[in-house]
T-cell receptor, first 114, second 113 residues
Framework: EPEVTQTPSHQVTQMGQEVILRCVPISNHLYFYWYRQILGQKVEFLVSFYNNEISEKSEIFDDQFSVERPDGSNFTLKIRSTKLEDSAMYFC????????????FGDGTRLSIL | GESVGLHLPTLSVQEGDNSIINCAYSNSASDYFIWYKQESGKGPQFIIDIRSNMDKRQGQRVTVLLNKTVKHLSLQIAATQPGDSAVYFCAENVYNQGGKLIFGQGTELSVKP
């Protein structure tokens, strides 16, 4: 069964450094998403992306965050200047359509900011 | 405001029993709902979904019930097995918000052999 893959599984970064989290969505999916989950808390929406544009973003997704689909298979989340509170699990998801279709998630990248 | 919450943060059941996990949602514009299972160190795994024009949907050993009148969602797991032990999240999709899913807090299901 096709799946969403994310790399790396664990990223340790110094505060203030830039970090790029990578995702390969399911190949025939058109909608892509990033979520984060702070330890012990619920999953929170960050951003949705379709046709090379952001469709929706949350308040968390401020100017320090950006997303990109640099080629036909990868989908990236960049945090320009990381803060301690960015430490979390970051999940990528994809779906064939925007509405009424389940989003399929990767196993996440654990981001630890020191 | 937007919120999806769960009535029970933890649920412990005996193997073979049926489990019921509940969820309340507050956004009446939500038109699609999903239950996810999350095992330790893994991402949310799709279990079952339901559209707002339905009130019940069945899968293999799982059933989702939707009560739009009281904005309540439940997941029923028949003959619960140790492999069902995980955290279960409900999520709602609000129409025309870019596919954004709003997740609940999660219920941890523990199955005793």
């Amino acid at each position: 069964e096709p799946e969403v893959t994310q790399t790396p599984s664990h990223q340790v970064t110094q505060m203030g450094q830039e970090v790029i989290l990578r995702c390969v969505p399911i190949s025939n999916h058109l909608y892509f998403y990033w979520y984060r989950q702070i330890l012990g808390q619920k999953v929170e929406f960050l951003v949705s992306f379709y046709n090379n544009e952001i469709s929706e973003k949350s308040e968390i997704f401020d100017d320090q965050f950006s997303v990109e689909r640099p080629d036909g298979s990868n989908f990236t989340l960049k945090i320009r200047s990381t803060k301690l509170e960015d430490s979390a699990m970051y999940f990528c998801a994809s779906s064939p359509r925007r509405n009424n279709q389940p989003q399929h998630f990767g196993d996440g990248t654990r981001l630890s900011i020191l | 405001g937007e919120s999806v919450g769960l009535h029970l943060p933890t649920l412990s059941v005996q193997e073979g029993d049926n489990s019921i996990i509940n969820c309340a949602y507050s956004n009446s514009a939500s038109d699609y709902f999903i239950w996810y299972k999350q095992e330790s160190g893994k991402g949310p795994q799709f279990i079952i979904d339901i559209r707002s024009n339905m009130d019940k949907r069945q899968g293999q050993r799982v059933t989702v019930l939707l009560n739009k009148t009281v904005k309540h969602l439940s997941l029923q797991i028949a003959a619960t097995q140790p492999g069902d032990s995980a955290v279960y999240f409900c999520a709602e999709n609000v129409y025309n918000q870019g596919g954004k899913l709003i997740f609940g807090q999660g219920t941890e299901l523990s199955v005793k052999p």
